[in-house]
């Protein structure tokens, strides 16, 4: 298969009160990859995050997904176009249910609107079906089938941020964002989180994933990018960014050492 650019981000930039938080940074996201950002601590990943998903409006540059421009649209509309993501702090609805906190991710992509589903038309009640079929499914990929109708008060942390990864696979995207998903994980939770990661990917499905477990990032990852101060430091495949010089020197040191089990 040749290899095609699902996303595409040319010369970002995003400024906070004159203050660049992602400069002049550009990377492609072949379809199917699992392509990692890292960086320490402010480095901007979570500011590239915001943008790829309408959460903030980039400064300059562009950002193309399947051909399409995404700069300016909502959250929703890019939701829509097959891009879904978790948070790097945990965002549940605890006075739910574990299958509506996962029936809130369709719901983002799910043409139904308030007025519609008020007045309950047919199409609205096959709707929701549809919502509920993709939710329990998507809880089922991620072992939690068993826990859909319990309080999400009722949970665990490690479970919780699973249930997270499930409302995002709700809305079948083409590429999910994850925002550092072990942040808070024991070793076992991580162990199982990794091999998640991978059945994402080998279901087709394009990752770009946050993450400051160097031992998670360079097991899974096709592509690694290093953000330093907003800017591209390297790119390269796992073994590639371990042995380079500049990116020992401003963040790995000697945290590489430490794989997952
Ligand atoms: N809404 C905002 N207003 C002002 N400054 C912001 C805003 N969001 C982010 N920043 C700044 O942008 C820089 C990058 O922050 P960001 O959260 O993207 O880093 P990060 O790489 O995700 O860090 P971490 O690994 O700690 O999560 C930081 O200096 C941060 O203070
Ligand atoms: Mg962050």
């Known amino acids: 298969m ?22 002049d940074l550009s990377f492609a996201v072949t379809e199917g990859q699992i392509y990692a950002v890292i960086g320490p601590n402010g480095a901007g990943k979570t500011t590239l995050f ?3 998903s309408g959460v903030y409006v980039p400064t300059d540059g562009a950002i193309e997904f399947d051909d399409g421009s995404l700069v300016g649209l909502a959250p929703h509309q890019i939701a829509t176009r097959g891009i879904s ?15 509506e906190n996962v029936m809130v991710g369709c719901h983002l992509r799910s043409s139904i609107g308030l007025y519609r589903a008020a007045l309950r038309l047919p199409g609205v009640v ?8 993709w939710a329990l499914e998507a809880l089922a990929f991620c072992g939690l089938g068993h826990l859909a ?5 009722a949970l665990p942390y490690g479970e919780l941020k699973r249930v997270e990864i499930a409302r995002a696979l709700a809305a079948k995207p083409r590429l999910l964002l994850m925002d550092e998903p072990a942040a808070g994980l024991n070793d076992t939770e991580t162990v199982e989180l990794r091999e998640l990661i991978r059945r994402i990917g080998e279901s087709g ?5 946050v993450e400051h477990n160097m031992g998670l990032v360079m097991e899974i990852s096709d592509t690694v ?3 330093d101060y907003g800017s ?15 990116v020992i020197a401003a963040y790995l040191g000697g945290e590489v050492q430490y794989a997952v089990q």
Do not use: C, W, Y
């Open 225 to 227: 990018l290093v953000l």
């Open 85 to 99: 993501r978790t948070f790097q702090n945990l965002q549940v609805f605890f006075n739910m249910t574990v299958l």
């Open 126 to 133: 096959h709707e929701e079906r549809q919502v509920r079929d």
């Open 50 to 52: 915001n943008m790829l």
């Open 232 to 246: 591209r430091l390297a790119e390269g495949t796992a073994t590639e960014i371990q042995n380079d010089p500049k």
């Open 205 to 209: 499905i394009t990752v770009l994933l």
């Open 149 to 153: 109708d319990r309080s999400a008060d």
């Open 2 to 23: 040749a290899d095609v650019a699902l996303l595409e981000v040319r010369g970002l930039e995003k400024s906070f009160g004159g203050v660049a938080a992602i400069a």
